[in-house]
């Protein structure tokens, strides 16, 4: 049966039979949504929370406006 995952970078859900699974030498796995999340957390090394599109970067700021 599958699971639902959420993505890695974006936290955005994917749907089942979609998406792609990256895992890391030291056995730890990513799951991606898309070959653009993949991209930027593997190869551009980008921090989820400072990109603008993520949800990660989303719950910062409400974090950082409640204040
Ligand atoms: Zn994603």
């Given at each position: 049966?599958?699971?639902?995952?959420?993505?890695?970078?974006?936290?955005?859900?994917?749907?089942?039979?979609?998406?792609?699974?990256?895992?890391?030498?030291?056995?730890?796995?990513f799951n991606f949504?898309?070959?653009?999340?993949?991209?930027?957390?593997?190869?551009?090394?980008?921090?989820?929370?400072?990109?603008?599109?993520?949800?990660?970067?989303?719950?910062?700021?409400?974090?950082?406006?409640?204040?």
């Amino acid at each position: 049966m599958p699971r639902k995952v959420n993505c890695s970078f974006c936290g955005d859900e994917i749907a089942p039979g979609t998406g792609l699974i990256f895992v890391r030498k030291d056995g730890v796995a990513f799951n991606f949504c898309t070959r653009k999340c993949e991209k930027n957390m593997l190869s551009l090394g980008r921090k989820s929370r400072k990109v603008r599109w993520t949800e990660e970067y989303k719950k910062e700021k409400t974090l950082r406006t409640k204040k």
